[in-house]
């Protein structure tokens, strides 16, 4: 009987062990979550269409639009680093505001265009080269890219 209890409470202490280690290692690898506000201003007299372009070119799809002189805020609430910091924090986020590679066209009025590829205008890898950048709080950026009327006067007509 007592060989039977000891297989038994060995059984349990494998299994206790077993569980603890496995939340320790849970424990470690805990995701931080990080917050950034990406803003979008139209700083124009002109209203703003900020679209995707396919890659077959044949269809622009719309991803937001601003009236003259308005903003538009996307929140997102990622994982990151347990410290960011705010050249390298975020970057990531913008794959779906930068078009995940496709180019990105701005139409002003329906009337006057820009296309931007990757890398370019609002599609930059490098946040703070085409984004003004904050560090709201320890876990927490605000990124600005601003549509100016020097944006307005690079457009051509639309074809």
């Given amino acids: 009987m007592i060989m039977k209890q000891k297989i038994i409470w060995t059984h349990f202490l494998t299994i206790g062990i077993s569980l603890f280690i496995m939340l320790m290692i849970s424990c470690g690898a805990t995701e931080h979550s990080v917050i950034a506000d990406f803003i979008y201003v139209n700083e124009t007299d002109y ?81 703070l080269v085409g984004y003004e950048g904050w560090q709201i709080a320890q876990k927490h950026f605000e990124f ?6 020097e944006h307005y006067q690079e457009a051509a007509d639309c074809k």
């Fill in 144 to 149: 600005t890219y601003r549509f100016t009327e």
């Fill in 47 to 127: 209203r703003l269409s900020y679209n995707y372009i396919t890659l077959d070119n044949r269809d622009a799809i719309n991803l937001f639009e601003l009236a003259p002189k308005s903003d538009k805020i996307f929140n997102i609430d990622a994982t990151g680093s347990e410290h960011p910091k705010l050249e390298s924090c975020c970057e990531g986020y913008l794959d779906g505001l930068q078009g995940h590679g496709f180019p990105i066209l701005i139409v002003f009025d329906n009337s006057k265009c820009i296309t931007y590829q990757e890398g370019e205008g609002p599609t930059t890898t490098n946040i």
